[in-house]
């Protein structure tokens, strides 16, 4: 059975940094990979990006870059979504997706707060 | 980037009732490439169509997709009680990929 799960909620104030995960079993981690999706509050989902999980190779959709910083380990099968600066702005509900041409199965979802 | 837009934003409809969706690109999109989810609340999305009209595994016969170039609608025949949440429509032809702003199919 395909499992992404992702790690716990986090509530963070503005300036911190943050990692979350997004651990995959049931597959070869490195023949599919994650994308990570973005839903603000009563909100819809936003694209962040993509990492290739066999060469660690990121893209990024244009409203991300610069902002966020995705990475994985594959020892462990496991994807990372990474803030240095956290924003309230940034307060959403963040889902990891593994796919090969569309996301075929999604993580629970980690809900993210940034408040002072 | 390729923009979506679903249309309508609330569809309130009946049980037993047939529901159409639809999704306009704003570039012309392969239909190899065009997908829809669905979103109940408090859970993640769900893979319901690829390629257009291909069902992933899980998904009922019910759902049925079409269209090409720009214009894409997804029918739902006869509407159950799961059948109520948020779709999304979603290419993943271009980067960046993009999903349309959601349809929420409620109970009349």
């Known amino acids: 059975e395909v499992r992404l799960v992702q790690s716990g909620a986090e509530v963070k104030k503005p300036g911190e940094s943050l990692q979350i995960s997004c651990q995959a079993s049931g597959y070869s981690f490195t023949t599919y990979w994650i994308g990570w999706v973005r839903q603000m509050p009563g909100k819809g989902l936003e694209w962040m990006g993509t990492?290739?999980?066999?060469?660690?190779?990121?893209r990024y959709s244009p409203a991300f870059q610069g902002q966020v910083t995705m990475s994985v380990d594959r020892s462990i099968s496991t994807a990372y979504l990474q803030w240095s600066g956290l924003k309230v702005s940034d307060t959403a509900m963040y889902f990891c997706?593994?796919?090969?041409?569309?996301?075929?199965?999604w993580g629970q979802g980690t809900l993210v707060i940034v408040s002072a | 980037e390729i923009v979506l837009t679903q249309s309508p934003g609330t569809l309130s409809l009946s049980p037993g009732e047939r529901a159409t969706l639809s999704c306009r690109a704003s570039h012309s999109v392969s239909s190899s490439y065009f997908g829809w989810f669905q979103q109940r609340p408090g859970q993640a999305p769900r893979l319901l169509l690829y390629?257009?009209?291909s069902r992933a595994p899980g998904t009922s016969d019910r759902f049925s997709g079409s269209g090409s170039g720009t214009d894409f609608t997804l029918t739902i025949s006869r509407l159950e009680p799961e059948d109520f949440a948020v779709y999304y429509c979603?290419?993943?032809?271009?980067?960046?990929?993009?999903f349309g702003g959601g349809t929420k199919v409620e109970i009349k």
């Open positions: 979603h290419q993943y032809g271009s980067s960046p990929l993009t």
């Open positions: 390629g257009t009209s």
């Open positions: 997706a593994r796919g090969e041409d569309t996301a075929l199965d």
């Open positions: 990492i290739f999980t066999g060469d660690s190779d990121v």
